[in-house]
């Protein structure tokens, strides 16, 4: 015998007076005791159903290689996979966005397509992905509302399940399901009339009713497993008909099961109707942009949710929080969709919007406006609104901020941000100036922009030398084995010399025209990226080369560059006494060849120019040179071609 009809049959027999007050007392306490061991199994029941349930769809999410889901089984899974891999729908709106952004590819879901080729749009109606269902939202039991508190506005209805907890006078703890009647059935009480009850006035309505039966008792209820309702969804919804929502479902959550608006669907005019009228229309960007739920409503059995078709659209693109397609009400203006996208980023340019408009008599119109001023425009259906990003656009170069990395002898190096048109006296004064020790002459000041140039024209002649050896060396002809293996071995130096010089890479350093006296560097504006360097003032001259004992030594005032070369012994045997330079400080080189003297008495080209601090004498090796027995050796072959030539002629002339 079910509770109800245990329940329904105790209360016929009150009636009748077939029991003592007392004997009904323990009729009624044995009767709970059944009820509550009833329901200790049916609980039982349901969480080994729950169980169950869940090893099911863990199993289903394994390979089904052994066959041991049942075909129900698979057909469930199956429609979940399906649902689930539903790929998302463009609609013709958005890949004409996508299309004047130079992003169309396919987005259409084509019979046949791939998944992986199902690209969806980057610009997507505005509410679309929110609405589509995740993977444990179609694993849900839509009856299920476990977790969720019972709003007091609730209306119980046939299905219900209420927990009544009666103490004082009488003791009672009862779980009752409202009957197809509408009621729930108390023993010694009788039916209960609860369907179309506020579950905020259910305790109200049992103290009335059971009040007529005991005094000195308190009651309260509460509700159990709720009942689940058949609602319908009509209109432009991705997923139309009829879906089974729990009792505490509301309009939203409806809108969420069944996929929310197609892609011509309205996302600002949803109604929900019962009984034929018209109970409320929601607005989903209400929800969406402001929080605003007011419109929505707890649903009921049968109620139809009707989504009407898309109103006017646009797109807005570009430096704002939120890029997408609204739709817009009749009412609204371009500032109403530049907040629907949450205003404009942090880099914008808040100064003007473009938009592109469809003209169908002549190419797609392109209208600026200005802001605020144009702020009120009505925007039309189908319209794109362009929004700029200043860091994105090319400023010219004297209007930009400086960063300069500035090093050695100033009291505060480090790496600072000028403002446009700064110099280098600027930079220098923003580190804090230049200590006692600095060597403004031998300042090293590097740019990018100049790498960059010094790169790119070093790998051009680097590839022209190469081009040059490759020629030369297929163009040579050997007389003798010598000079064959002579050749090979020139080769073989020329790649080697080639691959390293590939290693050599330009610093962008630009030589600075200052005097050796200098006490301020020149007034040359800055670019980003540059770096200055600063070193203390050095006390000594190297000479490094082909000399007979390279090194660095100490710089004496009024010391010549051939003084530098004395101390290191002069030249040697095997150098190049044509090719001697002089690397400065300042990145500036002075040379033998630039003298029309030339070299006379090992360096009297460099006798009246004077040594600096920091310099760096350079005396390069003789690389064709030729010994006198090598030059004894070609002649003898000469001679002895030449004699055998004569000798021919002669016996010709016989």
């Known amino acids: 015998m079910t509770a109800c009809a245990r329940a329904w049959a105790l209360s016929t027999v009150l009636a009748l007076g077939f029991l003592a007050p007392s004997h009904a007392q323990s009729y009624l306490e044995s009767e709970s005791s059944q009820t509550r061991g009833t329901q200790q199994r049916e609980s039982t029941n349901e969480q080994d159903d729950t169980r169950s349930t869940t090893r099911l769809r863990q199993n289903s999410n394994r390979q089904d290689e052994r066959g041991n889901l049942t075909d129900k089984e698979r057909l469930n899974e199956d429609s979940l996979l399906r649902r689930r891999k539903t790929p998302y729908v463009a609609s013709e709106f958005e890949r004409y966005v996508q299309k004047a952004l130079g992003q169309d590819k396919k987005v259409e879901s084509r019979e046949g397509l791939a998944e992986e080729e199902l690209v969806p749009p980057t610009i997507k109606r505005f509410g679309a992905e929110l609405l589509l269902p995740t993977v444990e939202d179609l694993r849900k039991e839509p009856s299920s509302n476990a977790g969720t508190t019972v709003p007091p506005d609730y209306v119980l209805g046939v299905g219900d399940e209420v927990m009544v907890n009666v103490w004082g006078a009488v003791d009672a703890d009862l779980r009752l399901v409202v009957d197809r009647a509408g009621r729930i059935a108390i023993p010694r009480v009788g039916p209960i009339l609860v369907a179309g009850v506020r579950f905020a006035d259910l305790n109200n309505v049992l103290r009335q009713r059971i009040g007529t039966v005991f005094k000195n008792f308190q009651v309260t209820a509460s509700l159990g497993r709720l009942r689940a309702v058949r609602v319908y969804v009509t209109g432009f919804a991705q997923r139309p008909g009829a879906h089974t929502v729990s009792g505490l479902s509301t309009l939203v959550n409806a809108l969420i099961e069944a996929g929310g608006p197609s892609p011509s669907g ?38 139809v949710i009707y989504v009407g078709p898309s109103g006017p659209q646009v797109a807005i693109v570009g430096s704002v929080n939120k ?332």
């Open 323 to 654: 890029p997408a397609i609204f739709e817009m009400s009749p009412t609204e203006t371009l500032d109403d969709v530049l907040n629907m996208a949450g205003g404009f980023n942090a880099v914008a340019d808040t100064s003007r919007v473009a938009v592109q408009r469809i003209d169908f008599t002549q190419e797609d119109q392109v209208v600026e406006f200005h802001l605020p001023a144009q702020a009120s425009t009505r925007l039309k259906n189908g319209d794109i609104v362009r929004t700029f990003s200043l860091v994105s656009l090319a400023h010219p170069r004297d209007a930009r901020s400086k960063r300069v990395r500035v090093e050695g002898e100033v009291l505060r190096p480090g790496e600072y941000v000028l403002p446009a048109k700064s110099t280098l006296s600027d930079a220098i004064a923003m580190a804090g100036g230049v200590t006692p020790q600095a060597y403004i002459f031998g300042t090293e000041f590097t740019r990018e922009s100049v790498r960059l140039s010094q790169q790119e024209n070093y790998d051009r002649a680097l590839r022209d030398l190469e081009t040059e050896f490759t020629r030369s060396t297929s163009t040579q002809r050997a007389l003798s084995a010598d000079e064959a293996a002579a050749q090979t071995a020139r080769a073989s130096g020329a790649t080697r010399l080639i691959e390293r010089l590939r290693t050599v890479r330009p610093n962008g350093r630009i030589v600075l025209q200052l005097a050796p006296t200098a006490s301020a560097l020149p007034k040359l504006m800055v670019e980003d990226g540059d770096r200055i360097s600063i070193p203390a003032k050095p006390n000594t001259v190297a000479v490094f080369g082909s000399v007979f004992n390279g090194g660095s030594y100490l710089y004496t005032d009024g010391s010549s560059i051939e003084d530098a070369l004395r101390q290191a012994g002069g030249p040697t045997r095997g150098a190049d006494t044509n090719s001697v330079f002089v690397l400065r400080a300042n990145g500036s080189v002075v040379s033998t060849r630039q003298s029309n003297s030339g070299w006379l008495s090992m360096g009297q080209s460099f006798s009246g120019i004077a040594a600096l601090p920091g310099d760096t004498v350079f005396v390069p090796e003789e690389l064709n040179k030729t010994t006198f027995a090598q030059e004894a050796k070609e002649w003898t072959q000469i001679l002895y071609q030449f004699g055998l030539g004569v000798a021919a002629l002669k016996t010709l002339q016989k």
């Open 266 to 303: 309205s996302f600002r005019r949803i109604e929900l109707r019962r009984g034929g009228e018209l109970v409320t229309t929601l607005d989903f960007y209400k929800l969406l942009i402001k929080g605003d739920k007011t419109a929505d409503r707890v649903l009921q059995a049968e109620d």
